[in-house]
Nanobody
Framework: VQLQASGGGLVQAGGSLELSCAAS????????MGWFRQAPGKEREFVAA????????HYADSVRGRFTISRDNAKNTVYLQMNRLKPEDTAVYYC?????????????????WGQGTLVTVSS
């Protein structure tokens, strides 16, 4: 699976952005999908994940209520709608694909990574 993330950019605090991640291949609906982020000088951290069917979602405490993950299996795409952005959301955002949801949410993910897309939130 190849993953291509897009949608990053510069936004003011309080604003919104939507990230997209397009996947290649015909087995997209076999994969749980997720988003991670890495801020400058910090370790990569889990942001959100969604099950292969879209029926189950998980969020980091820091983004719950502000971010929404969704997927369109017909378009082989996963989205991350980010609202009420804060300067501390500034990071490179990566999408991931894994055969199981658990490793994405709880650690141990060893599936596929896309290239990152930079989100910068100005104060």
């Amino acid at each position: 699976v190849q993953l291509q993330a897009s949608g990053g950019g510069l936004v003011q605090a309080g604003g919104s952005l939507e990230l997209s991640c397009a996947a290649s291949g015909r087995t997209f609906d076999h994969y749980a999908m997720g988003w991670f982020r890495q801020a400058p000088g910090k370790e990569r951290e889990f942001v959100a994940a969604i099950s292969h069917s879209g029926g189950s979602t998980h969020y980091a405490d820091s983004v719950r209520g502000r971010f929404t993950i969704s997927r369109d299996n017909a378009k082989n795409t996963v989205y991350l709608q980010m609202n009420r952005l804060k300067p501390e959301d500034t990071a490179v955002y990566y999408c991931v694909a894994d055969s199981a949801l658990g490793p994405v949410v709880y650690g141990g993910h060893r599936g596929y990574w896309g290239q990152g897309t930079l989100v910068t939130v100005s104060s």
